[in-house]
């Protein structure tokens, strides 16, 4: 959710990338890697969100079991 509250008002959906319903819908049904990884399609249609968005779902990352956590790592390097 940290991430998620960090995302500008103004983030593209779409259904490649990032949708603010599906996310919602994940953390309800509390599926947090499905959240997780919806939030990191956001990059498909967005330009990079914040330093800190990456930061966060790094952490995330490392709560559960490192996944996805060589991605998010190279993409807060690269901003």
């Known amino acids: 959710m ?6 500008p008002s103004n983030t593209i959906e779409s259904d490649n990338g990032y ?9 309800n049904a509390n599926e947090l890697l499905l959240a997780m990884e919806e939030l990191d399609g956001v990059i498909e249609d967005n330009p990079s969100p914040s ?21 998010y ?6 901003t």
């Not at 330093?51 to 991605?71: C, D, P, Q, T, Y």
């Not at 790592?73 to 690269?78: D, F, G, P, Q, V």
């Open 19 to 27: 949708r603010k319903g599906d996310f919602l819908d994940y953390i």
């Open 51 to 71: 330093k800190e968005f990456w930061v966060r779902l790094i952490s995330a990352s490392k709560l559960m079991g490192n996944k996805h956590l060589v991605k």
């Open 73 to 78: 790592e190279s993409i807060l390097n690269a």
């Open 2 to 7: 940290a991430a998620f509250e960090l995302l």
